[in-house]
């Protein structure tokens, strides 16, 4: 693994405007612990920043540590603190909500649930992940944020709903929803499994890897020969995320035969 200093690992990151300031933003927070022995918090952070930050070299009398709710959370925030301090959950700045709505809308989704959020001016850093169920849903905010969602936040889509306080053990995690997608490529090139991911033509993969809006592991990459593995996460700016879920050998004509999950 490569270590950098901040300004290396800025330049280096290979990150589009929005991403870049959020990294800047926590290199920042980290420094400020540093120079003044004290814990500092990030804002909730993509899986691509918090992989970022662990490249970056830090003063061996502190930590970094990812929190977002449950072992598992992808979207976390960063805790940065000196070795011989500890942290209750009642010191951070995060929390878990619960929204309920009626039952007979449970094919209210992800996408609607955090639409609605933004549609109210919400910065997306101040919501963590998302758990949709049927009849409620748990979320991961900012306290900063509960008191105007208590008072603004009264519909999802055209829903009525309720909020309440959870504990961080009462989240019930649910597994992403995704479609499967049988098919055959000529190679395990990431170009190729993203054509056939988002039925798009080979030219138009190719171009957003060069302008560097496809991760692979939540790491952004640009090159259209890299060879992908069973299991690779591929994210796409503007479309979406898929895994490579199975590669199941060749067919007659040699071609690959894969099986790709779609993240719905």
Do not use: Q, W
Not at 20 to 42: C, F, M
């Amino acid at each position: 693994m490569k270590f950098y200093l901040k300004d290396n690992l800025i330049n280096n990151s290979k990150l589009l405007n929005d991403d870049r300031d959020s990294l800047v933003k926590v290199l920042n927070i980290i420094e400020r612990a540093i120079k003044h022995y004290s814990i500092e918090y990030s804002s909730f952070l993509s899986p691509s920043i918090s992989v970022l930050i662990n490249d970056f070299v830090i003063d061996s009398n502190f930590l970094i540590t990812y929190f977002g709710g449950i072992n598992s959370a992808e979207r976390t925030i960063a805790i940065i603190r000196p070795n011989y301090e500890s942290i209750g959950y009642d010191e951070l700045p995060i929390m878990a909500i619960e929204i309920k709505y009626s039952e007979k809308f449970a094919n209210i989704s992800h996408r609607d649930v955090l639409g609605s959020l933004m549609a109210l001016g919400i910065k997306r850093e101040t919501i963590g992940d998302i758990y949709v169920h049927e009849g409620f849903c748990h979320i991961l905010i900012k306290k900063s944020i509960f008191e105007y969602l208590i008072l603004n936040f009264k519909k999802i889509g055209r829903n009525p709903i309720s909020i309440k306080e959870i504990k961080f053990g009462k989240i019930e995690y649910k597994d992403l929803d995704y479609s499967l997608i049988n098919t055959t490529v000529g190679s395990n090139r990431i170009d190729s499994i993203i054509s056939k991911g988002f039925n798009i033509d080979r030219n138009s993969s190719k171009k957003k890897i060069k302008m560097l809006m496809v991760k692979v592991n939540h790491k952004a990459v640009e090159n259209a020969h890299l060879s992908l593995n069973e299991n690779d996460l591929i994210s796409v700016k503007g479309e979406g995320r898929i895994i490579l879920f199975k590669i199941n050998g060749n067919t007659k004509k040699d071609r690959l035969k894969i099986v790709i999950k779609k993240i719905i």
